[in-house]
């Protein structure tokens, strides 16, 4: 992410040293969580499309992931959320719009569940109550990275280049979320920085949580935000389909629906980068309905 780069720092939160994106603007500060096994720079769309400076934007690495500590345990939805409250306390932010990804949705939902009073706003983006009985299998092509060893950055990079689930999108925000989680060895083989132990550990996490009385306890206004593009080759159904993500929509007390371009990984990128940041500024700024679509 290249802009994002120059607001890249560490932060002791708790137990555990988070690598963060950093990059100051408008308020209300924007705190973004990402997806199971991705890194802060997957909001690298979302910079390119204004959302910094608009708003001051902070991106942390979740534990186990990217360049932040890797512990050995410690995965669960309550241990995430002590980081991401220890963060919060380190930068002297007592509440915040909270937003995340995927997993990192998971996370924010839990957050403003439990933690009422550090969130103002909640942007849920491509997560949902249920899911497909597939979804495991509809993962496995991405996570597979994690354990595979490429000869070299390039060979890495265009393995992931021609992964199904990203249907031919490629530019500048991709390729530095990507480099962002590269860890290249002294023989010049790459491999992903994420543990894929700490994601095998995270999966269990969610799985472990209620949440249908999660929800039901938020009671910040909500965004939700779904991209129903396949994800896979042709014929591929989407990761999140709409009737799955507006029934959440439906559950949360005060939420609004919207839907963008793309599928669950390339929404964040290009033209669903751009969707997503008009409906998060409108929303942030109070331009819209909440409930409904």
């Known amino acids: 992410m290249s802009g994002a780069r120059n607001g890249a720092r560490f932060v002791q ?8 994106i950093d990059l100051p603007g408008g308020d209300p500060p924007l705190v973004l969580l990402h997806g199971l096994s991705a890194n802060a720079h997957e909001f690298g769309g979302l910079i390119a499309a204004g959302l910094n400076p608009a708003f001051r934007v902070i991106a942390p690495d979740l534990r186990g992931r ?4 890797r512990p050995a345990t410690g995965y669960r939805m309550a241990d995430h959320a002590r980081d991401i409250l220890a963060l919060l306390e380190e930068l002297g932010l007592e509440r915040v719009v909270l937003g995340g990804h995927s997993f990192g949705a998971y996370l924010a939902i839990y957050i403003a569940a439990m933690y009422p009073e550090r969130v103002t706003r909640l942007i849920v983006i491509d997560a949902a109550l249920r899911l497909h009985p597939k979804v495991g299998e509809m993962l496995r092509p991405s996570l597979a990275r994690l354990e595979r060893t490429s000869p070299s950055v390039a060979a890495y990079l265009d393995e992931v280049k021609g992964a199904p689930y990203l249907d031919g999108a490629w530019d500048p925000a991709i390729e530095g979320y990507y480099r962002a989680e590269i860890v290249e060895e002294a023989d010049g083989s790459a491999r992903s920085s994420t543990s894929a132990a700490a994601i095998a550990q995270a999966l269990e996490g969610v799985g472990a949580e209620p949440w249908g009385d999660l929800v039901k306890r938020v009671t ?4 939700l935000i779904n991209a129903v593009g396949p994800y896979g080759p042709p014929g591929s159904i989407p990761l999140v389909s709409e009737e799955y993500a507006r029934e959440t929509a439906d559950a949360i007390p005060d939420c609004r629906y919207v839907q963008v371009p793309g599928n669950h990984l390339t929404m964040v990128f290009g033209e669903g980068a751009a969707a997503i940041t008009r409906e998060i500024t409108a929303f942030v700024r109070g331009d819209g309905g909440v409930r409904g679509a």
């Open 13 to 20: 939160a708790g137990s555990v040293r988070l690598h963060l």
């Open 66 to 69: 990217g360049r932040s500590d």
């Open 220 to 223: 910040q206004p909500a965004l």
